[in-house]
Each structure stands twice: as structure tokens, then as C-alpha cells.
């Protein structure tokens, strides 16, 4: 069981491999790591990162703070009839990194609390504020992430024609 937001999806599309390279080129700018969108006017690009022959690893462009917006990895596989692209997005490295870190520390709060408290009652503040701390973020990372998913899923559907497949 996966905790951590993520996304596989198979998608197929009538382009050719080079064309969906294309592209995938002609909207990726090379990935910036600090973006000040106040002083530079927009690119026009939806994406940032790395295109190659068969596979991409980008993000959406964004003007605004979400660390929770996914990370896209794609390969592509050519077919008699288009091509399957085979997509995963997932969270930042570093972010799930810090991720865990905070909610080992909640979770610590939290435990450490329960073992305190007599005979196990959820009553404690501490308990119930480190519950709520862990269920609040957890809620705030799984639907920023999502709303994210949703607004990438439709720029590569219409940017490269795709079709979800029944294949998994």
C-alpha cells in the first residue's frame, strides 16, 4: 500500500513516437528551479524537464507555491497503430523525504502520548492535536496533489491526442 500520492496511467495516441517527441519538446522548457514570475514574462510552455528519444521526466509551469505538484515520468513505446505512453506521477523526491520526516515526528507525538495517557483513552490534547496535525496534512497532500494530477492529465491529453487504454 502506497501512502504517498501516486499515478500510473497508459495512455495510447495515434502520433508516432517522433512526433510525440516533437511535441513534447516544442511546449518543455529546461526545468528552473527558482522561477520568479513577477520579473520574467510567461514562456507559453506548459511543461519543464527533460525530453528524450522515448521517455520524459517533466513538470507542469506553474506562477503560484505547491510543492505537492507532481513529478511526470513518461516512456514511449512505439506501436503498429500510434504509440503507448506509459506515465507515472508521484511527488518530489525531496518533498517525500520531508514528508516522512514530519509525519514520523506527528506520529511520535502521538504514540508517545497514547502510552502516557491512562489505559489508552484518546483524550489527551496532545494525542488529539497530533491526530489532527497527521489527518490535515495527509488530506491537504492527497487533494493538492490530485488537483494538480487532473490539470497535467488534460494539457498531455490534448498536447498528444491520448486515449486511456484498457491495458495495464
Known amino acids: 500500500m502506497n501512502l504517498l500520492p501516486f499515478e500510473k496511467i ?11 517527441t516533437q511535441r513534447l519538446q516544442q511546449e518543455t522548457v529546461p526545468l528552473q528551479y527558482i522561477r520568479i514570475s513577477f520579473f520574467k514574462k510567461p514562456s507559453g510552455k506548459k511543461f519543464e524537464g527533460k525530453v528524450l528519444e ?28 500510434g504509440s503507448i505512453i506509459r506515465l507515472e506521477m508521484q511527488l518530489n523526491t525531496f518533498v517525500k523525504v520531508f514528508l516522512i520526516f514530519f509525519l514520523a515526528i506527528a506520529s511520535t507525538g502521538f504514540f ?5 495517557s491512562p489505559a ?23 487533494l493538492t496533489f490530485h488537483y494538480e494530477v487532473k490539470k497535467a492529465k488534460k494539457n498531455l491529453e490534448v498536447l498528444l491526442d491520448l486515449e486511456i487504454s484498457n491495458r495495464f
Open 10 to 20: 497508459i495512455y495510447q495516441s495515434k502520433l508516432t513516437q517522433t512526433e510525440i
Open 54 to 81: 522515448n521517455s520524459f521526466n517533466i513538470q507542469r509551469i506553474i506562477y503560484y507555491r505547491n510543492s505537492f505538484l507532481p513529478v511526470i515520468r513518461g516512456k514511449v513505446e512505439e506501436e503498429p497503430s
Open 112 to 116: 508517545s502520548a497514547k502510552s502516557f
Open 120 to 142: 489508552n483513552e484518546i483524550s489527551s490534547p496532545v494525542m488529539l492535536l497530533s491526530f489532527s496535525m497527521i489527518l490535515l496534512f495527509y488530506m491537504i497532500i492527497i
